[in-house]
């Protein structure tokens, strides 16, 4: 129920409507795209896609994975001065 | 008086039939312009009950495999290379130098003889490469539906001229674990090429002999302690054997086993692990710490070994227990396994 | 792999897990439950509950929908499978899950025509490609696989593909989640909500837990960091004194879900009155089938199935392991008469199932000494 991997439109219409070839590091496969058309903004080469069963199920955010990203780094920032502010005041004493 | 020359017979059936293994001229045209032509060596030629061999001077190592491998072909190799490199690697990782070989065929009535064709000369290019010579062999045939194409059987005799004793009983804690090279690539190749799963990708087996491998750790003498080919059950089945015979705990780390992407990624869709699944151009071997650089040096010296890396330790507790380390800093058992691994959707 | 790498990041993860430890009261025990089984095998498979402060504890919830099939259900798939001209085609993960007898892999062995797909669509082509054969689909998993089953049997009807057809065991996850929480002396503190049943009903189908329960849910990705990320916010939301759906997922889920999933499941399927649940009794309103529409592709209309109602054995203790009110360890059977090769009940029937999960990947560890307050 949750195998779900990003994988990268590189082919619409494959060897049928509603199906896409995508490419997840060098491995490819159809998928059906019916879950995640939409007329207003067609699926495009290059769009990444979550592909369970056989189905891409949703496409992917790229400024929101960016943004999970930053949230997750500046955890990470704010630890590293932290640790830096705590080494200091250890080399002060 | 010179020899009359023999020539081959030409094979002009288009299928295997049951009249190939009725052991009749058929079978004698077929083993004649297919096999010989393809295997031709001093010891196969006279087509005794028996290949009698010089002697030699060592113990001797025996082994034996089958391959049922479906299908027949696949990216990196076929059925024919893998009769060869399977048994030549079994050889190998018991510190032997292969020597002969034997290979028994059971053919499927309706088998293009084409087909066997391709991969008798596969199978005798990868006994050159391997510098094993087939001694003998053997063709059956059964009706079609009863041998998938065809199953191939080889038994394999190599000789230890060193003294060199490799066994679970000599690992001890301390002791480092390599491995040659990337992981999963032949299994996964198979599972894609089968079809069924509609994956394609850059996913190739990796079947070779990895007898100069090994023979290049065995030269580093008692600091080698233990060698085996991860084939079914990958390098966690090798592992938990090592583990449960030797009666100590192995340690391997994440971040050192190498995966090529590809396979990688074929492994997270199916949701399968890499370290169950099977290797056929690998070893993973045992070596005393302080050897494990040189033995890591003499392995990526080969072209078989670039992605060599030492993966792990063997510690004292939990015996009989294979444990890795996660990226994370966490730790997992890497469990035996029960089954074959299959694609998951959860 | 893009989208997977960056988010295992294990410096990130690393100092995720820090942050964690100063977001803990220490000897104040929260206890989070995560209910998919896709984030127990994440949790283990990267040894993410021991970077965990001890006052977090995970208790495994029963989103694996492999493991709540009733061995009943499975004995009337292999029915299917034995039946003459036809072939079962099933998802890997139930292959091996034993019904009242055996399994559908030993059912193979016996010589029934059990095929593994990977889709689908796969079992549907099948279906195209042997037209002397019936090609039935035994069709599991949550909301997230739903809509792969809703549109393949769309598509065989669209192509008048008359030999296939599909044994729906398609559940929901709303109503476990309900029973758990309902559960007398329900321990658990917050959910760590599944994300790929989420990118189908959307985040804001989870605002129940909150506004009826009182617990927060964070709708999560799989990965290490976004686990941690999700154990966080929940971490602080528990010390600010909210309760609401958060969702961790925004790359993928979006509060909605995907219309286009949820219509096409509308369309071709249909809420059952209720269904049986391994470990968890019968729950009202829980499960799909297929609507009265599509009966010509409804495998429980097509054959004639044993649908018999079977017992766990009474050494079973899933009921109380699924709903976090038992650890796996704590279970009389767990290791000795139930382990992953012969399980006795849900739990272990899967390599999701907490206590298969546990055995398989962390059945070294010290079970967690009880934290308690005041001594």
């Known amino acids: 129920m949750c195998l779900g991997i990003p994988a990268c439109v590189v082919e619409l219409d494959a060897c049928e409507p509603g199906l896409a070839t995508v490419d997840v590091s060098g491995v490819r496969r159809d998928v059906s795209v019916a879950l995640v058309e939409d007329p207003a903004a067609p699926l495009a080469k290059g769009d990444w896609v979550l592909v369970h069963v056989g189905f891409a199920l949703a496409r992917i955010d790229e400024r929101q994975a960016q943004e999970t990203l930053e949230l997750l780094r500046q955890g990470l920032e704010l630890e590293r001065e932290l640790e830096e502010l705590r080494r200091t005041a250890e080399a002060a004493r | ?346 | ?375």
């Open chain 3, 1 to 375: 792999m893009r989208y997977v790498d960056e988010f295992r990041d294990p410096v990130l993860a690393r100092s995720l897990a820090a942050e964690l430890r100063s977001l803990v009261t220490p000897g104040e025990v929260v206890r989070v439950m995560e209910v998919c089984g896709g984030h127990t095998h994440a949790i283990y498979r990267h040894g993410l509950d021991e970077l965990l402060p001890p006052e977090v504890e995970l208790v495994h919830g029963p989103g694996c929908p492999v493991c709540v099939i009733p061995m009943g259900r499975v004995d009337d798939a292999i029915a299917i499978a034995e039946t003459d001209g036809v072939t079962l085609a099933t998802f890997g993960d139930m292959i091996r899950v034993p019904g009242g007898r055996d399994s559908l892999l030993q059912a193979q062995a016996r010589g029934a025509d059990v095929r593994v797909v990977y889709s689908p669509l796969d079992a549907l082509e099948l279906a195209r490609g042997e037209p002397g054969r019936h090609v039935c689909f035994f069709a599991v998993g949550f909301e997230t696989t739903a809509p792969a089953t809703a549109i393949t049997l769309l598509r065989a009807r669209e192509e008048g593909v008359s030999n296939f057809s599909v044994f729906c065991n398609h559940v929901l996850i709303e109503p476990p989640l309900r029973a758990i929480l309902e559960t007398p002396g329900c321990a658990v503190d917050a959910f760590v909500g599944p994300g790929h049943v989420a990118t189908v009903v959307g985040s804001d189908a989870f605002r129940f837990v909150p506004e009826e329960y009182g617990r927060p849910l964070v709708v999560s990705a799989f990965e290490p960091t976004d686990l941690l990320q999700s154990v966080a916010l929940i971490l602080r939301q528990l010390a600010q004194g909210r309760c609401e759906v958060e969702n961790q997922y925004t790359r993928v889920v979006l509060p909605e879900g995907n219309t286009l999933a949820l219509a096409a499941m509308a369309e071709t399927l249909q809420l059952r009155e209720d269904f049986e649940w391994r470990g968890l009794g019968v729950l009202p309103r829980s499960a799909l089938g297929i609507r009265d529409e599509l009966a010509a592709f409804d495998a429980e209309r097509l054959f004639a199935l044993p649908g018999r109602r079977l017992e766990d054995p009474k050494a079973c203790s899933c009921g109380m392991v699924l709903t976090g009110r038992m650890k796996p360890w704590e279970c009389r059977v767990f290791g000795t008469a139930c382990t992953p090769e012969r399980p006795l009940g849900t739990c272990m029937v899967s390599s999701e199932g907490a206590c298969a999960a546990f055995f398989s990947y962390g059945r070294l560890r010290q079970p967690r000494e009880e934290v308690t307050v005041g001594g």
């Open chain 2, 1 to 346: 008086m010179a020899e009359p020359r023999r020539r081959r017979p030409v094979l002009r059936d288009e299928l295997v039939t049951l009249a190939h293994g009725a052991g009749g001229k058929a079978t004698r045209d077929l083993v004649d312009a297919l096999f010989l032509a393809e295997l031709d060596n001093e010891l196969l030629a006279p087509l005794g009950d028996s290949a009698v061999a010089p002697p030699v001077g060592g113990r001797l190592a025996l082994t034996t495999d089958s391959y049922v491998v479906r299908p027949l072909s696949f990216p990196g190799g076929d059925i024919g290379e893998l009769a060869v490199n399977g048994t030549v690697n079994d050889l190998a990782v018991a510190g032997a130098r292969p020597l002969w070989l034997t290979v028994g065929f059971v053919l499927e009535e309706g088998l293009r003889v084409t087909t066997l064709r391709e991969i008798v000369s596969s199978l005798a290019r990868a006994a050159r490469r391997a510098g094993v010579v087939v001694a003998a062999g053997d063709t059956k045939v059964v009706e079609r539906g009863k041998a998938d194409g065809l199953y191939v059987t080889s038994a394999g005799v190599g000789i230890l001229d060193h003294d060199v004793e490799l066994g679970p009983g000599r690992v001890v804690p301390g002791d480092r674990v390599l491995l040659s090279g990337t992981l999963a690539d032949h299994g996964m190749a198979v599972m894609i090429a089968r079809g069924d799963l509609k994956l394609e990708g850059d996913v190739e087996s990796d079947t070779a002999p990895v007898h100069e491998l090994a023979a290049s750790l065995v030269g580093l003498g008692d600091a080698v302690r233990w060698m085996r080919d991860p084939t079914r059950g990958g390098l966690a089945t090798a592992l938990n054997e090592l583990a449960a015979q030797a009666g100590v705990a192995v340690r391997i780390r994440e971040q050192a086993l190498p995966v090529a992407p590809a396979v990688a990624a074929a492994c997270e869709i199916l949701g399968i692990d890499p370290l169950y699944v099977a290797n056929e151009g690998k070893l993973v071997a045992v070596v005393a710490e302080e050897a494990a650089g040189d033995a890591l040096a003499l392995l990526r010296a080969s072209p078989l070994g670039e992605r060599a890396a030492e993966i792990g330790v063997v510690e004292d507790e939990p015996a009989g227990m294979v444990l890795l380390d996660t990226a994370l800093g966490g730790s997992r058992i890497v469990d035996l396994l029960v089954g074959d691994p299959l694609p998951r959707i959860c």
